[in-house]
């Protein structure tokens, strides 16, 4: 289904769906058993700004069709006035084997179609994207299903480490391993520890799962994206989250940069940044330049973003969105009054906490790097 979840690459891969990966399968399956029709409802968020949902229905396949159980997803998703949708429904075996199965996928860019079908052991995927038709097909395996990632909504693996060949995936298998440590995320207004579970696919950033100690899963954040999915209720359909932005200082002086951008308030852009450390920071051969080349390098470097960075507002989203979005896709480390922000996976920003001057106890742009 287009609106499964991306996922993260590693150096390797396992290339084969595994006996782990089945045993997951099983757990899933025997959940679904012991309570059907069971479903499961999620929200998509920008940070804390609804986007779109995604409804999972699992319900007992018609005896004649050779299936057990009858899987149905359908989404939606809202952006710069943007609609993305989808739909898909399959049938899959009691070991979660996919017997049949059709999708579409719709959104600006690209239409696809998906049908899958079954025959002695052997799964044929014809997809028809943007009129161009192309197949494949192989044998159906242990640890072969159908939207992988969807599972994880319904259970957690008990190995440590599994892979399932999703066969609708376009990457190849996922490996889905837990991580060793838990963070701590809030999640309904609440702060807790989390398990985290990372589903990897060639080629992409991982999935990052946050489920409890007895295996609900309470979010799932997609690689490399400032989006996020939670477990919501039918009220909650086109609300936004009810929780507090969450910034440390250092990032909410970079978010109000941005701001002042979409804004197009050129002197408040220029006020977030210190070009004298700056210089220091990024002008070849500084340190042995005269008071009057440094003077140089600092303006230089004021006129780049004054008709740079300063220039990209049209190019944002709407305040409350880029707000949303810099917010939940910061990454920051943080040492001795120094902030190196990683922002999108595409841009590492440094600031440094003034300690002197005008703007003591403000933190000042003093570096920015492609990525």
Not at 19 to 25: H, T, V
Not at 112 to 134: A, F, I, P, Q
Request: a neutral charge; proline letters at 4%; aromatic letters at 8%.
């Amino acid at each position: 289904m287009g609106l499964s979840f991306a996922v993260a690459a590693s150096l390797f891969l396992a290339q084969e769906p595994d006996e782990a990966g089945q045993r997951f399968l099983d757990k899933v399956a025997k959940g679904w058993s012991e309570k059907l029709p069971t479903e499961r409802l999620m929200g998509f968020y920008i940070g804390r700004k609804w986007i779109g949902h995604l409804r999972v229905t699992i319900k007992a396949a018609q005896e004649a069709s050779g299936a057990a159980f009858d899987m149905t997803m359908t989404g939606e998703m809202k952006l710069k006035d943007q609609t993305r949708g989808g739909n898909a429904h399959v049938l899959l075996a009691r070991n979660l084997s996919p017997v049949w199965g059709e999708s579409v996928t719709t959104d600006p860019d690209k239409n696809e179609k998906k049908w899958l079908t079954t025959e002695k052991g052997r799964w044929k995927l014809k997809v028809e994207e943007n009129g161009k038709v192309r197949e494949s097909e192989g044998d159906l395996k242990p640890g072969t299903t159908w939207a992988v990632n969807i599972l994880t909504l319904f259970a957690v693996p008990d190995d440590d480490k599994v892979v399932v060949l999703g066969i609708d995936a376009k990457k190849g298998p996922h490996e889905i391993t837990k991580a060793a440590d838990k963070q701590t995320r809030t999640i309904g207004r609440k702060k807790g520890e989390y398990r985290v579970l990372e589903s990897r696919q060639a080629g992409d950033k991982p999935d990052l799962g946050f489920y409890t100690d007895d295996g609900r899963m309470a979010e799932i954040v997609p690689g490399g994206s400032p989006t996020r999915l939670r477990p919501i209720m039918e009220a909650d359909l086109g609300k936004d989250l009810d929780e507090p932005l969450e910034l440390k200082p250092c990032e909410r002086a970079l978010v109000d940069a941005f701001l002042a951008v979409k804004r197009d308030d050129s002197k408040a852009v220029l006020d977030c940044f210190d070009f004298d450390r700056m210089a220091a920071e990024m002008a070849p051969g500084y340190a042995d330049m005269t008071a009057e080349k440094k003077k140089e390098a600092a303006e230089e470097l004021r006129k780049q973003i004054a008709g740079g960075f300063a220039k990209r507002g049209p190019s944002f989203p709407e305040e409350k969105m880029l707000e949303e979005a810099l917010a939940a896709a910061l990454k920051t480390t943080e040492k001795d009054g120094v902030a190196t922000i990683d922002v999108f996976g595409r841009e590492v920003w440094k600031l440094y906490l003034a300690t002197e001057g005008d703007r003591k106890g403000r933190w000042l742009i003093i570096r920015i790097d492609q990525k």
